[in-house]
């Protein structure tokens, strides 16, 4: 077994209080244990972060984008040891892991081959202007157990790659994955420059609170985003936040279903349906509601559901208990107010936390299923009548993530999706995100954005160069 530990200034370290355990979804009992931190032990990441700072900041970029190079590298290497590793701990299918550690791959090189611009804003005989950006200092990552190593990727690589130091936090449910890639980047950055941590309750809170951390990048709900925000403010921490998202889809009128239904479940299902940006409410139009529920529901059915190390498995369990009950508590709830359940819709008699891809008609907004982010493998659908009111009802609530409008006439869809009260708008499909282009949230779902130049600048911190040249000496 794996010996985890902490990484602190360089060096792997056993946890000051302990160690805790660490379940497999898809049995519901341990299979690791992961060293939990002291505060004390926070202080010391968080020192040595600070001191790496000054040297690290003054890499090149160049020697920046070869050190993620390098990394980049060494995560191809060991994929398939740190894909088994994210199936015992989160619960997806093997192929869903190699997936996830591919994405982290190909996020950190495309991190490498970024340049930070510097705009000349005026150039004059007698001045010059120029806006540049300079690393923030020391960033605190914290992520969330749905895609553990994927977010990390997304936090700590911009974050390195602007010259910043940063402590990273995983979620105590799937902690490990990181803490390896957190032991991979310490190969290759300075000492200090990299720190891993873990602990128990009200670790993360010391975090978001500390006085030597300059930024925090956080993922996940939107109630521990507020928490975060305020602790925040007692040294004006620079944050990003993606929070909590109740996505939306709009199925118009005379849509081919069969040219939609398969791209709408897995966009619906990604990850068991525990993906910020899944899609979690559709509308569809009165006249094809039928038609599409039930092609959803064959898709949903055709899926096999297992221990994600399982040869054939195409669905993996919840990742935690908590999640399984607030799912059961959703379908349970839509069921006594008349709600049909096409297929799924229990919990499976087997040891883990199995439930299988649900199919819901018959419901409508009020309703918890509809109202609230159900975060797992459930997709209500609701029927309307008119496009005008469809569109108000998913900007109705007070999340804004993402949203998407399908339809054969894609001006229409796109005029529709111009109308979404949301960070991104998809036309003809959903959660699609790419290193190259930014990604956010508006509303309740958070601010700032990851991804492109404008995720690599939320790391940094402009400075005006204003330089006035002097007047050339008056001849004697």
Not at 39 to 54: E, H, I, K, S
Not at 70 to 84: G, H, N, T, Y
Request: proline share 5%; charged share 20%; hydrophobic share 45%.
């Amino acid at each position: 077994m794996h010996d985890y530990r902490l990484v602190i200034d360089g060096e792997q370290v056993a946890g000051e209080e302990g160690r805790f355990a660490v379940i497999d979804p898809a049995s519901g009992s341990a299979f690791a244990e992961c060293p939990a931190g002291s505060l004390a032990q926070l202080d010391r990441a968080v020192a040595a972060a600070r001191a790496a700072f000054g040297a690290w900041q003054a890499h090149s970029h160049a020697q920046r984008c070869e050190a993620l190079g390098r990394i980049a590298d060494d995560i191809e290497r060991e994929a398939d040891e740190l894909a088994r590793l994210i199936v015992r701990e989160q619960g997806k299918p093997l192929a869903l892991a190699h997936a996830e550690i591919g994405g982290g791959v190909a996020w950190t090189r495309y991190a490498a081959s970024q340049q930070i611009p510097v705009e000349t804003i005026e150039r004059s005989p007698t001045q010059q202007i120029e806006l540049h950006h300079r690393p923030v200092g020391v960033v605190a990552s914290i992520t969330p157990w749905n895609w553990p190593f994927m977010i990390a990727v997304w936090h700590l690589m911009p974050a390195l790659r602007a010259g910043n130091c940063v402590v990273s936090k995983p979620s105590s449910l799937t902690p490990l994955s990181t803490l390896r890639l957190v032991e991979i980047i310490a190969r290759h950055v300075p000492r200090g420059v990299i720190n891993g941590v873990t602990g128990g309750h009200g670790f993360g809170g010391a975090i978001t609170a500390h006085p030597g951390i300059d930024k925090i990048v956080f993922t996940g709900s939107t109630a521990t985003g507020q928490r975060v925000m305020q602790a925040a403010a007692g040294n004006l921490k620079r944050l990003t936040l993606e929070l909590g998202g109740n996505d939306a889809a709009i199925v118009l009128p005379e849509t081919p279903v069969a040219a939609v239904a398969e791209e709408i479940f897995q966009a619906a299902f990604l990850n068991m349906g525990q993906t910020c940006a899944a899609l979690k409410r559709l509308y569809v139009h009165e006249s094809q509601y039928r038609e599409l529920a039930e092609a959803l529901a064959d898709i949903a059915r055709r899926q096999v559901v297992g221990d994600g190390l399982e040869a054939g498995v195409t669905f993996g369990p919840l990742q935690n208990a908590d999640q399984l009950r607030l799912v059961c508590e959703l379908v349970d709830d839509a069921r006594t107010q008349g709600a049909e359940v096409l297929c799924g819709g229990a919990r499976l008699d087997r040891p883990g936390f199995f439930y299988p891809p649900t199919i819901v008609i018959g419901v409508n907004d009020g309703q918890r299923l509809v109202d609230e982010e159900q975060f797992g493998p459930v997709l209500p659908l609701i029927a309307y009548t008119d496009v005008e009111d469809a569109l108000r009802r998913a900007n109705a609530s007070s999340m804004g993530l993402g949203g998407s409008v399908w339809g054969g006439d894609e001006a229409h869809a796109q005029a529709i999706a111009n109308r979404l009260e949301s960070g991104v708008a998809w036309v003809n499909c959903h959660a699609q995100i790419q290193p190259n282009t930014p990604f956010g949230g508006c509303k309740m779902s958070g601010f700032g954005v990851e991804f492109g130049l404008q995720g690599l600048l939320e790391f940094t911190t402009p400075q005006l160069r204003f330089t006035r040249s002097l007047p050339a000496p008056v001849a004697s």
